[in-house]
């Protein structure tokens, strides 16, 4: 039986099924890490800082579909299948969906309608999609003797 994410490839479909690249992946990891981190500091402007944690969101659950094979062909998608890839679910991605739907009005109609509620719950989707990345990253433990 197929996987949801297999179930998603295809002709007019947003993913595609590619091989993972572990330097990409490392890559996307490093950034969005970097991002979260920045999107924390206070003295930023409110603006700058739900730019990082939405920037820092998208790079870190990109890297999610990474590891498991998959490239999308839009931003949205790569929140929509974190039950998937990383086993969050709505309570994250639905965050990152509203940021997503935020980013979109002010970008392609100048209205960045943000506060610092939504900022500080990007913040909190975002380090829960690091930790379950983390622990996908990190090395498998040794087995004991």
Same mark, same amino acid.
């Given at each position: 039986?197929?996987?949801? %994410?297999? *179930?998603?490839?295809?002709?007019?479909?947003?993913?595609?099924?590619?091989?993972? @690249?572990?330097?990409?992946?490392?890559?996307?990891?490093?950034?969005? %890490?970097?991002?979260?981190?920045?999107?924390?500091?206070?003295?930023?402007?409110?603006?700058?800082?739900?730019? %990082?944690?939405? *920037?820092?969101?998208?790079?870190?659950?990109?890297?999610? %579909?990474?590891?498991?094979?998959?490239?999308?062909?839009?931003?949205?998608?790569?929140?929509?299948?974190?039950? +998937?890839?990383?086993?969050?679910?709505?309570?994250?991605? $639905?965050?990152?969906?509203?940021? +997503?739907?935020? $980013? *979109?009005?002010?970008?392609?109609?100048?209205?960045?309608?943000?506060?610092?509620?939504?900022?500080?719950?990007?913040?909190?989707?975002?380090?829960?999609?690091?930790?379950?990345?983390?622990?996908?990253?990190?090395?498998?433990?040794?087995?004991? @003797?």
């Amino acid at each position: 039986m197929p996987s949801p %994410l297999d *179930n998603l490839c295809g002709p007019s479909r947003p993913l595609t099924a590619e091989a993972p @690249d572990a330097r990409e992946f490392a890559g996307l990891l490093r950034s969005g %890490l970097a991002r979260l981190a920045d999107a924390q500091v206070t003295q930023l402007s409110l603006e700058s800082r739900f730019d %990082l944690a939405y *920037n820092a969101a998208h790079a870190m659950c990109l890297a999610a %579909l990474r590891w498991h094979g998959y490239r999308s062909s839009n931003r949205f998608i790569v929140f929509q299948v974190l039950p +998937h890839t990383l086993s969050l679910g709505p309570e994250v991605w $639905r965050v990152l969906a509203k940021g +997503h739907e935020i $980013r *979109n009005l002010g970008e392609y109609e100048g209205d960045m309608n943000v506060d610092e509620r939504i900022v500080r719950d990007l913040i909190a989707a975002c380090q829960r999609v690091a930790a379950k990345l983390s622990a996908l990253a990190a090395p498998a433990a040794p087995a004991s @003797d």
